[in-house]
């Protein structure tokens, strides 16, 4: 009897220490997380200042400028702002601007990127991701834009005569990769190589520099117009191209009995007589 007496006691004590030690782990556990709490929330937030700060973008493509910030906390929001003017373009991920163009993204926890669509060459210039401290901390990245160059060789104005072959060249510089695509047009309607007047092709070198030869033969009258060079890079070039019309200074019409005769324009008619009158008085001096 005094065995099992002692067993239950024995039983009763093992239990009663571990459910003491359950609660001191518990209270532990919970003075812990408090300190780790006061510790996280008394660190203030700061940029990852290993992020690039010079950001090259070219004309018409889109652009992202990105900010890295640790300890940011839930109810603190970054904010993108364009230095030359001030203007706040976005807070977290909403847009205070409207120009449809920016708008911001949050891709993890740390990384806020202020996007840019079809980068224009006003854009370029110094954004700021800043987050709300006091003092407010700021990031500067600096946006600079490569603008091609596109031009046609002998605008604005080119001459050629009818019935010659057209060779329109354009040249697309200054751009870190080729245009995708470069399309001509005539007065505004895109040039059909397949058109139903026929001798239009296109040529086109790739280097260092790219150019697109439009090349059209037998010129006619109806080739005269404005030619403009359209590549993928949102820049355009025109030229205006003028067909001469080579009018004989006297023309050939047959009669109805089927004999020819010769007709003379009145500007040649006028120089005959001039050139007869002259003579005859150049003979009488002479006589």
Same mark, same amino acid.
């Given at each position: 009897?005094?065995?099992?007496? /002692?067993?239950?006691?024995?039983? *009763?004590? *093992? @239990?009663?220490?571990?459910?003491?030690?359950?609660?001191?782990?518990?209270?532990? /556990?919970?003075?812990?997380?408090?300190?780790?709490? =006061?510790?996280?929330?008394?660190?203030?937030?700061?940029?990852?200042?290993?992020?690039?700060?010079? %950001?090259?973008?070219?004309?018409?493509?889109?652009?992202?400028?990105?900010? $890295?910030?640790?300890?940011?906390?839930?109810?603190?929001? =970054?904010?993108?702002?364009?230095?030359?003017? %001030?203007?706040?373009?976005?807070?977290?991920?909403?847009?205070?601007?409207?120009?449809?163009?920016?708008?911001?993204?949050?891709?993890?926890?740390?990384?806020?990127?202020? =996007? @840019?669509?079809?980068?224009?060459?006003?854009?370029?210039?110094?954004?700021?991701?800043?987050?709300?401290?006091?003092?407010?901390?700021?990031?500067?990245?600096?946006?600079?834009?490569? =603008?091609?160059?596109?031009?046609?060789?002998?605008?604005?104005?080119?001459?050629?005569?009818? !019935?010659?072959?057209?060779?329109?060249?354009?040249? *697309?510089?200054?751009?870190?990769?080729?245009?995708?695509?470069?399309?001509?047009?005539?007065?505004?309607?895109?040039?059909?190589?397949? $058109?139903?007047?026929?001798?239009?092709?296109?040529?086109?070198?790739?280097?260092?520099?790219?150019?697109?030869?439009?090349? *059209?033969?037998?010129?006619?009258?109806?080739?005269?117009?404005?030619?403009?060079?359209?590549?993928?890079?949102?820049?355009?070039?025109?030229?205006?191209?003028?067909?001469?019309?080579?009018?004989?200074?006297?023309?050939?019409?047959?009669?109805?009995? !089927?004999?020819?005769?010769?007709?003379?324009?009145? %500007? %040649? /008619?006028?120089?005959?007589?001039?050139?007869?009158? $002259?003579?005859?008085?150049?003979?009488?001096?002479?006589?």
């Amino acid at each position: 009897m005094l065995a099992i007496n /002692f067993n239950i006691g024995t039983l *009763i004590f *093992i @239990i009663s220490s571990k459910g003491l030690s359950e609660t001191n782990g518990i209270q532990t /556990f919970q003075k812990t997380s408090g300190l780790e709490d =006061v510790y996280f929330s008394s660190k203030l937030p700061e940029f990852d200042r290993t992020k690039s700060q010079n %950001v090259t973008a070219l004309v018409g493509k889109t652009t992202f400028l990105a900010c $890295s910030v640790k300890n940011l906390k839930h109810n603190q929001k =970054v904010s993108w702002i364009r230095h030359k003017d %001030v203007h706040i373009l976005t807070a977290g991920e909403r847009t205070f601007t409207t120009d449809q163009r920016f708008s911001a993204k949050h891709n993890t926890d740390d990384e806020w990127v202020l =996007v @840019i669509k079809y980068v224009q060459e006003r854009d370029a210039g110094i954004y700021e991701c800043q987050i709300p401290t006091q003092p407010p901390q700021a990031y500067q990245i600096k946006l600079n834009v490569i =603008v091609p160059h596109v031009g046609i060789q002998g605008s604005p104005d080119l001459h050629v005569d009818r !019935g010659s072959m057209i060779n329109l060249t354009c040249t *697309i510089s200054h751009t870190p990769e080729p245009p995708a695509y470069i399309f001509w047009y005539h007065n505004d309607q895109v040039v059909a190589y397949d $058109s139903p007047r026929g001798g239009i092709t296109v040529l086109t070198e790739n280097g260092e520099d790219t150019r697109s030869h439009l090349i *059209i033969k037998n010129a006619r009258g109806t080739d005269s117009g404005n030619y403009t060079c359209k590549p993928s890079i949102f820049k355009t070039a025109t030229v205006r191209l003028h067909v001469l019309q080579d009018d004989p200074p006297r023309e050939l019409h047959h009669t109805s009995d !089927g004999s020819a005769s010769v007709t003379f324009s009145p %500007v %040649v /008619f006028v120089l005959s007589i001039l050139l007869e009158t $002259s003579t005859a008085v150049l003979l009488a001096v002479v006589n």
